[in-house]
């Protein structure tokens, strides 16, 4: 919507253009009308669309040409008063006003017309008859309003009628020569209508339009008049209402019909609520919502944001095999005004065995976008129409911004659920297909992968003790002496060498030492290719070696040359190094088996962080004086306590070790 909106009035001398102004305002005709009336603002809240007004006079005695084409190129709208008395000044509409406005105008956004037939006292005819013609051969006239200032008659419905043609113009909407809707109008209508069918089965039943009404009007819709609006498009289309809803041909019968009738500013209403500006273009404001990120940290969406996310797909998986085709991604993407995903999604997130990304993958991939590009995310879920559907301001609640990574180190805990992983190793090393493992794709389903289809990511989830992080892994292209802070920063480390290739563990060990030997990343070693004969690597010491001295965890061995799906486990143990960098931890396995696994499990069960809650609420409600302190009665109990919980943890790592 307009922040204001200027209205300019010219026409001949003696036409009345000051008095309807000056009635307007004093609202009674003036005894003295001067040759110009100063310019006057109409505040927004006394305007019925409650935007601040400025009306301007023109005075041919006063004013130069030049200071006329300055204000017809400030003009929103230009109402060409004439007197309805005088055939001249009609005349003079077309043989000098009307040109002299498009001469000063770009012809692609002309400014609206409203002709003013003023003195509508001083006759008993209507002037309506000579200027229809008029208004048929110039699109840009909105309408004709006749008028008398001496009898204030039609003073306000003029100003109205003006501030309308700015704010809800049909020139965008409609065109009159072919008698329909614009390409760009039904374009944006057409999206508007798919963003409100929820369940995408081409109809708006009852619940989807009552929601719609809301949704743009704040008000419902009574049955009656739902039943109402169905059967006027009944009457007027064979396939307007199907199956007791309305079609899209429907949907767009009615908004042409409101144009028709003059009540455009119900289709501007809708198209406002759904995000288009005046050229009916997505606003860039509500494309891209302000978000505040502070430095170092990251962006993930939130749970109703995967919530709405999740209707989406199941919105347009038609078939239920939790995967979508590529036609069903097709019309995922109609919303869309390009196809937001390019040719490697495919090798970036996981697919089905016909390689249509499962709905594991089209979730990874969001996460994935809003990572990466959070604003690119904002602007898809624009498209998706998230704030309506979710019924939330904008797309940026749809987004968390983390804490600084640096607290998380501080306090030894983390909130966030999306771990970055950067690989590097030299080429050849096993990089591209240690990412394509992640995705559970072997060496035969890799070779399949088309070269221009290849990404330098791959995003998926893994489990760290019950809870489901992300893990995304990037492949850093090989530079030993340049290497960006980007490339350098991220939550682990993965160093990968060619068990068979002798030069290849030299490029980790030197890449470590001279960037990450003194930083608090944790870094993994991977020995990639362990399918092949292991080779003596040049290297002053054996990767084993390296690892103790550098108090890293030992080599993990790794191949993607198998039968079935390559193993999980390293990446596992990959994202529970990213999410605990602060604990050196002892087992590197995730077997859930061992006695590290199980204390761990057992520590983060629910049970146990009830039991701690309720003992910390019982410790520090408990009002404790300095008289307490002292007793030794206090001191013995505390004692007493302490041993207690020493004994139950001994006996309870007892048992876990006998059931190991």
């Not at 983390?402 to 080429?427: A, E, P």
């Not at 890799?446 to 989830?461: C, F, L």
């Not at 002053?540 to 993607?560: A, D, G, I, V, W």
Request: aromatic fraction near 10%; charge should be neutral; charged fraction near 25%.
């Amino acid at each position: 919507m307009r922040k204001d909106v200027r209205i300019l009035l010219v026409g001949e001398p003696k036409v009345g253009k000051t008095s309807l102004i000056m009635t307007l305002v004093s609202e009674e005709f003036p005894a003295v009308v001067p040759y110009r009336a100063e310019e006057i603002t109409i505040p927004a809240d006394v305007t019925p669309e409650r935007v601040p007004t400025h009306i301007v006079d023109y005075s041919e005695a006063e004013q130069t040409d030049e200071q006329l084409y300055q204000e017809i190129s400030k003009a929103n709208v230009i109402c060409i008063v004439y007197s309805v008395n005088n055939k001249k000044s009609i005349e003079k509409v077309t043989s000098h006003w009307i040109p002299l406005i498009n001469e000063r105008t770009d012809k692609d956004s002309r400014v609206p017309l409203i002709l003013v037939g003023n003195k509508s006292d001083l006759v008993e005819h209507s002037s309506m008859e000579t200027v229809l013609p008029i208004m048929n051969k110039y699109t840009e006239i909105e309408t004709c309003v006749e008028c008398s200032a001496k009898n204030l008659k039609n003073i306000s419905e003029l100003f109205y009628y003006a501030q309308k043609a700015v704010l809800h113009p049909t020139g965008p909407l409609y065109c009159p020569e072919k008698k329909e809707m614009r390409s760009a109008c039904v374009r944006a209508l057409t999206r508007i209508f798919k963003v409100s069918d929820l369940d995408n089965d081409g109809i708006l039943n009852d619940h989807e339009l009552t929601f719609f009404q809301r949704t743009c009007f704040n008000t419902p819709l009574a049955p009656q008049a739902l039943e109402d609006v169905k059967n006027v498009v009944r009457k007027n289309l064979t396939d307007g209402v199907r199956d007791d809803g309305l079609t899209l041909k429907g949907f767009l019968f009615l908004h042409t019909l409101f144009i028709q009738r003059g009540r455009h500013e119900t289709t501007w209403a809708v198209l406002r609520r759904f995000g288009y500006d005046d050229d009916l273009e997505l606003h860039q404001d509500y494309l891209f919502p302000l978000l505040k990120i502070p430095p170092d940290c990251t962006t993930e969406l939130n749970h109703n944001a995967y919530l709405f996310l999740q209707s989406v797909f199941d919105k347009h998986d038609k078939d239920r095999d939790c995967a979508l085709s590529p036609e069903e991604l097709m019309d995922l993407f109609d919303v869309f005004p390009y196809v937001p995903w390019g040719l490697d999604v495919n090798s970036t997130v996981c697919t089905n065995d016909q390689g249509w990304i499962t709905y594991q993958g089209y979730l990874s991939q969001w996460t994935l976008t809003t990572y990466l590009d959070v604003q690119r995310c904002l602007e898809y879920l624009g498209y998706l129409g998230y704030s309506i559907i979710a019924e939330q301001e904008s797309q940026a609640s749809a987004i968390t911004v983390t804490r600084d990574k640096k607290l998380d180190l501080q306090k030894k805990q983390t909130q966030r659920n999306v771990f970055r992983c950067h690989v590097f190793g030299i080429s050849g090393s096993g990089k591209t297909a240690f990412l394509q493992g992640f995705l559970g794709r072997n060496l035969v389903l890799q070779r399949t992968i088309k070269e221009e289809h290849k990404s330098y990511y791959a995003i998926s989830t893994a489990h760290v003790y019950g809870q489901e992080k992300f893990l995304l892994l990037h492949e850093i292209f090989p530079d030993f002496d340049f290497l960006s802070e980007t490339e350098l920063s991220c939550d682990i480390v993965c160093l990968i060498y060619d068990v068979s290739n002798p030069c290849s563990f030299e490029y980790c060990a030197r890449l470590f030492k001279q960037y990450f030997m003194d930083s608090k990343t944790p870094c993994m070693l991977i020995a990639a290719k362990s399918d092949l004969p292991e080779t003596k690597q040049q290297y002053c010491m054996t990767p084993l070696e390296f690892c103790r001295k550098h108090k890293m965890p030992p080599p993990q061995s790794y191949t993607c040359n198998t039968a079935a799906a390559p193993t999980r486990d390293i990446f596992i143990k990959l994202t529970t190094m990213a999410v605990y960098p602060h604990a050196r931890l002892r087992c590197m396995c995730t077997c859930n088996r061992c006695t590290f696994c199980l204390c761990q499990n057992f520590l983060n069960s629910e049970l146990v962080q009830t039991v701690r809650t309720k003992l910390y609420t019982v410790i520090f409600s408990r009002h404790i004086t300095h008289a307490d302190l002292k007793s030794s009665t206090f001191w013995l109990r505390a004692s007493v306590g302490a041993t207690v919980c020493a004994m139950l943890g001994f006996a309870m790592y007892r048992a876990l070790l006998r059931s190991r």
